[in-house]
């Protein structure tokens, strides 16, 4: 790795214990030339990163952390993000690399180029597509990277040399490194993530929010497999999904008018009795899918 | 199982031998007192059959079949079920039963009605909620139908005796059975499983359908376990989707208006910018689906 002091060590940050932030440290768990320094308020995060090897020295204050990190991984909510960087930015030495794990970018390096970068931290901008339904330390596992994408914004400040020591340890994790303009990239997560969670919310509420008792027990028999997976992500964190879509309101709302004109194309079709039209566009849908799905698995 | 032969053995006619139906085939191996005859035009599939001991004899022509079917289980697509009740009424012995396992009841029913009814063979509408993305023998399983729910819909020649004989056969391979009324039952699977296969092609063809390389790459790899999950059902046969969907117009079109009241509300959350209400109504869908989940893992 780059940045690292006279020992030729380099020291990580991680800046929230949660299921991302617990699930890297136990992903660099063996990694050669790194010291993992933990950082959470959260006194059991704190005992179960030392027991699981998820860190190699811990601490509840960000006083003691930050000025001691080469490199800082921010895996906290996105209002805690810029939080951090608006209190401690004074904590951090200059030259030494801030990066986060964040949803949204726009609003991120927004933030750091206010606080951050004019104290000369380097900030790139960081999102990692992993993550599950779950919250909290004890549902992280040291594979959740493996194989995923992850998306990197360098702020004004971050030379090639900064970004690809960020790449460094992504690549250590074994994900596949991507460099992105935050619009693009908020655009694109709106699209790919952020509706989706909407949308499934929207159908859990829609199809289980009966208040009739016969058509709620009818309700609740009639969702299989099917319900099961499309509905997976409407059991994620409210608050956190609040803070995402409240960070990407604007790229969020697109996004929900691109689906909505193409459900309201499918609707218009099923209405006027068109099912020819109807089953184009669902085959369509389905090579879509299929497609990604078999170059997915195959790069995973 | 209640009618039978002189030998004491229910013939059990399967007819349609795709995914359905060849998972029943497997499901009913071992089952004391029964005779499985296969009945399907596709010669891998009858291949199949007995080599995968998924029936006991097998045939193309169901005029082979069905004069012998003390119950009969139509597992084919909804227009060639009606196409079987019209075609092949005469061919089914009085008093003898048929049911089935198409995804509408109402269209179903009434074809019944109109065609073996007058007859005296007896009709039990039928629908496993059971089923993958895919389709065909070869992805077959017999577990599949275990835990699932099943809903029975007799037609008006159908006694208690005929009814608890279908159900019977479904508790056999580890189904619940629970009986409803034709319109009841498609305005149920209209919210609870077809609105869903619209909404997750909807979202595939929005996400993936772009037509510009280099959003198509970022869409592609901005999506992760979320939309793998959100669109699986996406990828079911557009075929008989189709068919679903032309079957029961009226009842998705109401469903699909609820689903789209409730989207129409967290959109206007979002818009607005009240938060606070987005994330009531978040947690309120994950509470529910939350409840369904440990509800129907409990159950299976």
């Known amino acids: 790795m780059a940045t690292s002091d006279r020992s030729g060590v380099t020291n990580v940050a991680i800046i929230g214990f949660g ?9 660099l768990d063996g990694v050669p ?5 933990c950082c959470t308020r ?7 990163a030392l027991s699981e090897h998820a860190a190699d020295s811990v601490s509840a ?17 996105l209002p805690v993000i810029v939080r951090y960087l608006t209190d401690y930015a004074h904590l951090w030495r200059p030259g030494s690399i801030v990066t986060d794990m964040g949803s949204v970018k726009g609003a ?24 599950t339904e779950y919250s909290g330390h004890v549902h992280a596992f040291p594979t959740m990277f493996r194989g995923a994408d992850v998306f990197l914004c ?9 970004v690809e020591t960020v790449a460094g340890f992504w690549r250590a994790v074994k994900t596949n490194v991507i460099r992105i303009d935050p619009s693009e990239h908020d655009d694109l997560v709106a699209h790919t993530s952020h509706v989706q969670h909407i949308v499934a919310s929207a159908l859990a509420l829609t199809i289980l929010g ?16 099917g319900f099961r997976d499309t509905s997976r992500i409407a059991s994620s964190n409210p608050v956190m999904w609040r803070e995402i879509i409240e960070f990407n309101t604007p ?4 996004a929900l008018d691109n689906f909505q004109k193409k459900l309201d194309v499918l609707r218009a079709e099923i209405a006027s009795g068109d099912y020819d039209a109807f089953q184009r566009e669902f085959a369509r849908g389905k090579e879509l899918r299929d497609a990604w799905l078999e170059k997915h698995m195959r790069n995973k």
């Open 19 to 27: 299921l991302l932030g617990a699930s890297f440290g136990l992903a």
């Open 33 to 37: 030339g790194i010291r993992r320094l």
């Open 42 to 48: 959260n006194p059991a995060a704190r005992e179960w």
């Open 61 to 77: 204050d960000p006083a003691e952390i930050i000025p001691r990190a080469d490199v800082t991984f921010l895996a906290l909510p």
């Open 108 to 131: 991120i390096l927004q933030a750091a180029e206010r606080t951050v970068v004019p104290r000369g931290v380097v900030f790139v901008g960081g999102h990692p597509m992993a993550g």
């Open 154 to 162: 360098p702020a004004s400040n971050a030379s090639e040399e900064h």
């Open 210 to 225: 009966s208040e009739d008792p016969r058509e709620k027990m009818l309700r609740d028999a009639g969702c299989a497999g």
């Open 251 to 254: 790229a969020i709302l697109n």
